[in-house]
T-cell receptor, first 118, second 112 residues
Framework: GAVVSQHPSRVICKSGTSVKIECRSLDFQATTMFWYRQFPKKSLMLMATSNEGSKATYEQGVEKDKFLINHASLTLSTLTVTSAHPEDSSFYIC??????????????FGDGTRLSIL | SQKIEQNSEALNIQEGKTATLTCNYTNYSPAYLQWYRQDPGRGPVFLLLIRENEKEKRKERLKVTFDTTLKQSLFHITASQPADSATYLCALDMGSNYQLIWGAGTKLIIKP
């Protein structure tokens, strides 16, 4: 149980392209979804938290207009990296929780998306 | 501000032995502490959660301890196997109104 699917797993595209990443909870309803960015040998960096039907809460320093998040249903959240540039290249991971943003419920992660901007 | 430390150096353990990973934190004790496993190029997988008032939690070959005096959690894998090789992350949950604080993880290598 508690399976989260993230798609695509890898994207390589030219600078200026917008890229959409999908995160789906397959067998449970995710009250909250989280979007992280991870650099090699570094801890997970939370970018934003989204709740179904409401605006995402972005962490300090994360550009809202650059990283668009939509949480249209209890099983789907999308992250769109708009006009991506090489510095946006990274490993992006989503997670889903049946609890709220500050719940002690464990988070269930997707397998991540490796984004490479040329 | 709260800081969390995990040994950044890889831990090499002989197969069959017990592997022990450390998670240290500063300042206030978290309400909960979570441990995850992450394989290369994959997302983390939840393993165990331990509450502030719990000293120990077990799941099969896994054991987690939580010492609020030492401000430390230990993660043990008994009878380790090469398949246990991965990076293990700890995360602090300070309770309501706070997000999880993640450690950078410790890479565990189990040698056959």
């Amino acid at each position: 149980g508690a399976v989260v699917s993230q798609h695509p797993s890898r994207v390589i595209c030219k600078s200026g392209t917008s890229v959409k990443i999908e995160c789906r909870s397959l067998d449970f309803q995710a009250t909250t979804m989280f979007w992280y960015r991870q650099f090699p040998k570094k801890s997970l960096m939370l970018m934003a938290t989204s709740n179904e039907g409401s605006k995402a809460t972005y962490e300090q320093g994360v550009e809202k207009d650059k990283f668009l998040i939509n949480h249209a249903s209890l099983t789907l959240s999308t992250l769109t990296v708009t006009s991506a540039h090489p510095e946006d290249s990274s490993f992006y991971i989503c997670s889903a929780s049946a609890g709220g943003r500050y719940s002690n419920q464990p988070q269930h992660f997707g397998d991540g998306t490796r984004l490479s901007i040329l | 501000s709260q800081k969390i430390e995990q040994n950044s150096e890889a831990l090499n353990i002989q197969e069959g032995k017990t592997a022990t990973l450390t998670c240290n934190y500063t300042n206030y004790s978290p309400a909960y502490l979570q441990w995850y496993r992450q394989d290369p190029g994959r997302g983390p997988v939840f393993l165990l959660l331990i509450r502030e008032n719990e000293k120990e939690k077990r799941k099969e070959r896994l054991k987690v301890t939580f010492d609020t005096t030492l401000k430390q959690s230990l993660f043990h894998i008994t009878a380790s196997q090469p398949a246990d090789s991965a990076t293990y992350l700890c995360a602090l949950d300070m309770g309501s109104n706070y997000q999880l604080i993640w450690g950078a993880g410790t890479k565990l290598i189990i040698k056959p």
